[in-house]
């Protein structure tokens, strides 16, 4: 299979269910964007050590980020998301878990610490961009499910405790934030 079909010089582009589209269509900007966050999931963990409790939750969720692209790219082979009640526990699951182990926030953080950190704070923003790409597009009238939408606002909370957990893990001190104002 060639990976260069020529297709779409024109600036046009096949959904998951066949229509064709300009790229510049929402559906391409939020399976984009969605793909994008995967990437950055990738790149955050060919920076953690091999004995990182954080892999396997973050190839679970590479993997529903991928089936929630071709949902958001129009394929849905049933009625429901797939995207399901149980991936929002599994994330709050997860959240719980990591934050028995971590000292209570006391001040703000900045994005940093390890490389790992710092890319799962890069995750965190693109899953608040993606989330509000997808209630943007729901407000516009594109039909997108009210379980990815919630698993989408919990997935940002999660990589935020997995950056301060992948911190812990190296035992890097999170950066502080310290305003200039005074208290």
């Known amino acids: 299979?060639?990976?260069?079909?020529?297709?779409?010089?024109?600036?046009?582009?096949?959904?998951?269910?066949?229509?064709?589209?300009?790229?510049?269509?929402?559906?391409?900007?939020?399976?984009g964007t969605a793909d994008?966050?995967?990437?950055?999931?990738g790149v955050v963990r060919s920076f953690l050590e091999t004995t990182s409790e954080l892999h396997s939750p973050l190839e679970t969720i590479q993997n529903l980020l991928f089936e929630l692209g071709s949902e958001l790219a129009g394929f849905r082979a049933k009625e429901?998301?797939?995207?399901?009640?149980?991936?929002?526990?599994?994330?709050?699951?997860?959240?719980d878990?990591?934050?028995?182990?971590?000292?209570p926030l006391k001040k703000f953080i900045l994005p940093g610490g390890s490389q790992a950190a710092s890319f799962l704070h890069i995750s965190r923003t693109v899953s608040r961009r993606l989330e509000r790409e997808m209630v943007r597009a729901k407000e516009n009238g594109l039909e997108i499910l009210?379980?990815?939408?919630?698993?989408m606002n919990r997935l940002s909370d999660y990589f935020f405790v997995s950056a301060r957990y992948a911190n812990l893990e190296r035992n890097i001190q999170e950066p502080l934030w310290t305003s200039r104002a005074k208290t």
Not at 12 to 30: C, F, I, M, P
Not at 80 to 95: A, G, Q, W
């Open 80 to 95: 429901d998301s797939c995207i399901l009640p149980e991936d929002v526990v599994f994330l709050e699951t997860e959240i």
């Open 36 to 41: 994008e966050l995967n990437s950055t999931i």
């Open 97 to 103: 878990r990591m934050q028995e182990r971590l000292t």
């Open 146 to 151: 009210s379980s990815p939408m919630i698993f």
């Open 1 to 31: 299979m060639k990976i260069y079909t020529k297709k779409g010089d024109g600036g046009q582009t096949s959904l998951a269910n066949g229509s064709k589209v300009s790229k510049a269509d929402v559906r391409v900007e939020l399976y």
